[in-house]
Structures are given as C-alpha cells and as structure tokens.
C-alpha cells in the first residue's frame, strides 16, 4: 500500500532534513507491513503442508494423496479456504475500529494495538489444537491486519518530508513484497520438519510483530495526530524533531490550518456520497475489486498449491513460490521507478495486456495438456511456471501499488482518512470472496478459472482507460480543478456540485 502526496510547482517547499531518526521510524512502522506480507505468503505454504493436513483437514489430505487424485479438487474444503480467508474478513471489521482509534488515540497506539491483535493470533494458531483455535487465532491475525493497515500508511505519510513522502510511503507496499518472499522461504525449509514445521512457520509471524511492538516505544507520535487532539505545543515540538530544523513555524501553520479546516465537516461519510465526492470514490472502490479480480491473490495465497497442481513435487512447488515472492520485490521497484515518469494510465493499460496474455496462456495449456488426473509434461509445466512469474511482474509494478496509491492521492483533504479507510475495507472484503472461494471455483472450473479471470483483466483494462484520469505531476489538493473538472465524464459531477453551491448562495 502507498500514500503519495505530491506537490506543484508552485507550493512552497517547507526546510526539512532526512534525520536518521526519521528514517528508523519509517523503517520499525514498515513492518507492519512486512508481517501483512508474511501473512498473505504462509497460509498458502502451510495448506499444502501434509503434517498440517493430517491434523485439520483430513479429509484434503486423503484426497491429496489419492493414487488418481482431482487436480483442480483436492484441496476444496470450505473450512480450508477459512482458514486463510478469516484474516481478512477480520481485517474488513477491524479497519473501522482501527480509523477511530488512530483519530482519538493517535497512528502510534493503534500500530502498538495492531502488534499485541498478531503476538496473540500468532500464539493462538501455531499451537493450536483444533480447527476452532486455528480459526480464532487467524481472526486475532486479521484485527492486527486491519489495524496494521490503517495505522501504518498514515505515520508514514505525515511523519516524511513532503519530498520525500511518496517514496517513503512505498516501503510499506515493498514490505508487504519482502514479507511474501520470507514467508515463502520459511514455507520451503519449514516443509520438511516432521510434524511440527507447520507450527514454526505460523510461529515466525511473532517476530516482526515483537519488532513492531517494541520498536514503536522508540519512535513518536506524528505531528498531525498530536494537533489534531490539541496537543499544539507537543506537536510543534516533535515537527522540529522529525524536520531536523528549528523554523518550522510555516508548515506548523499548515498542519493546523488543514486540521481546524477538517473539525468544519461534521459528517465525512456523508461529504463522500455528494457529487463532487463521486469520482474519486467510485474509481478508489473499483479500484480495489479490480485489484483482487486480476486473479494475483489466488496466485499469491496458492502458488504453493498451483505449482503442485501442475506436476512439481512439495518442495519444488514452495521453491517455485519463493521465486515468484523474489521477482514480486524487485518488480515493485520497476513500478517505484516508473510511476513518476510514465505516469499511473501507462501502467494500468500495459499491465492489463501483460496480465491478460499470461492469464490466456495458463488457462489454455492447462485446459489442453491438465486432465482432471495425471500431471502436465516436464515442458508445458515450466512454461507454466514462466508465465506465470511474468504474470507476477506485470502485477507489481502496476495494478498492486496503483491500486493504493490512486485511492490516496485523489480524495481531498476533509474525506480523505475516511474514503481511504473505505478503500481498505473493499479491499479487505474482495480478497476474503477470492481467498473464500478461490479453491472451489478451481474445482468447479477447472483450467476455466484462468479464463474468468481473463475477463475481469478485459473489464478493467477498458476502465483504466476511459474512467480513470492521469494524475501524475498534479498537486494532492488541486484534483478538482486539474483532473476531474476536465475529464470527459467525471466532470459533469463538479458541475452538478458547482450549481447546486450557486442555488444554495442565492436562498
């Protein structure tokens, strides 16, 4: 996830240095997003763990071993696909509770909350005896993902230099990457230690949450969240702290210019239904539900399973993931730096013709060469594999950062926290349908699931490029009058807001 707040040529330039102590806490609150990361990559390792199986799931597990077993079956189990989709229906409630806590407590108590919801769901789920605590546990993960989420990109943005905030804020996204990559690695070496390697790498989750828990005692509260609860004087103090610099008495001004602007709206969640609220709220939701629909999490949760569906050995199928998880890190670096330079259209149309031609490929060698039994040949297996690390790439330097970053760049200042929680919980939710239903629509689709997916990666490519306007280069809080008052369609909206401000003057 990224929070880029970018300026025109014509803002001032507030005097800020990049401390070192600026830089560790960027650093200790980036971990939360390395443990969502880790999260995401070791429920798909463990699945397809045969220790793990044995002890839950049973039946998957005498399925899987079946001398003439269902490729596209074997592992459709609804309590299964709970067991990785809890988390984020967990993380869809808690992103609401974590909105008001960083409101009233402030982005460092909710990030210290977010560590205590994982150390517990982590101590809940590697030792746990029966489904019921596995699940209870991976709820407990889900409420630290919610408020992880919330807290995170929040500190991030308004602890930065604003020079510096897009690209400091895009370490949390990279995190997410590297946490995907460990995970994946733990997956690999965890695999082979009988019968508890389950336990350990459901376990490794309580070390960055440590990090994130203690860590946070070392870093302080943002200047913002201070002034934003009155605490003028400790804000003042800190934002001299942070910008290294003793002149701070403009971008002082600033922030609390912002925050008694913000006190004005009574009601944001009602602010964000008016018309001129539209655009940015239907392109930051469709946004989210586009960037489930690509098929990436079903990759990304299951890559374990896919590469074993295809023919590889356990082994070989958590080493093809950890290879997919490295290519996932160094792609989100071609998208940091290609964002600002050929801008967010560019990305979201050539990724969504990059992401449909591997999707194409995947789904007709499985659908000509996979039987419902049998492997694929050694040759079509690797092509497979191939495509779909190309797949991964396209993926991660367009419509996983661009998803975030859009949705937060684009609502103005008095709906921003709100739309963007919004955009969290959507997102949240999608990924719970897909992580849900992802192994049964395998099993009832077959190779056909490659090509529903295709369809979606159509719909969105065809939407990128007539609904959703370039803001590349265009001030943070000057949307309105650069982008959506002149885009073919949107702009009818800020008319329809303009005329009804016009009549409400003249009663």
Known sequence: MAVVISSNGNSKAFDAKMTVYVFICVIIAAVGGLIFGYDIGISGGVTAMDDFLKEFFPSVYE?????????????DNQFLQLFTS????????????????????????????????????VGLAAGAVNIYMLIIGRILLGFGVGFGNQAVPLFLSEIAPARLRGGLNIVFQLMVTIGILIANIVNYFTSSIHPYGWRLALGGA???????????????????????????????????????????????????????????????????????????????????????????NAIMFYAPVLFQTVGFGNDAALLSAVITGTINV??????????????????LLQSSVHMLVCQLVIGIILAKDLDVTGTLGRPQALVVVIFVCVYVMGFAWSWGPLGWLIPSETFPV?????????????????????????????????????????????????????????????????????????????????????EHDVEKRTD
């Open 63 to 75: 399925r899987k071993k079946h001398a003439h077993e269902n490729n596209y079956c074997k592992y």
């Open 86 to 121: 809890s988390l984020y229906l967990a993380a869809l409630v808690a992103s609401f509770f974590a909105s008001a806590t960083c409101s009233k407590l402030g982005r460092r108590p909710t990030m210290q909350l977010a560590s205590i919801f994982f150390l517990i769901g």
């Open 206 to 296: 309580g070390i960055p949450a440590l990090i994130l828990l203690f860590g946070s005692l070392l870093i302080c509260e943002t200047p913002t969240s201070l002034i934003e609860r009155n605490k003028t004087k400790e804000g003042k103090e800190t934002l001299k702290k942070i910008r290294g610099v003793e002149d701070v008495d403009e971008e002082y001004e600033s922030i609390v210019h912002a925050c008694d602007f913000a006190r004005q709206v009574k009601d944001p969640y009602t602010k964000l239904m008016k018309p001129a609220s539209r655009p940015p709220f239907v392109i930051g939701m469709l946004l989210q539900f586009f960037q489930q629909f690509t098929g990436i």
């Open 330 to 347: 160094l792609s989100t670096f071609v998208g940091i730096f290609l964002v600002d330079k050929t801008g967010r259209r560019f990305l």
């Open 414 to 498: 008095e709906t921003r926290t709100e739309g963007f929680a919004l955009a969290v919980s959507c997102n949240m939710f999608f990924t719970f349908v897909i992580a849900q239903a992802f192994l049964s629509m395998l099993c009832g689709m077959k190779s056909g699931i490659f090509f529903f997916f295709s369809g979606w990666i159509v719909v969105m490519g065809l939407f990128a490029l007539f609904f959703v306007p370039e803001t590349k280069g265009v001030a943070i809080d000057d949307m309105r009058d650069s982008v959506w008052k002149l885009h073919w369609y949107w702009k009818r909206f800020m008319l329809e807001e303009d």
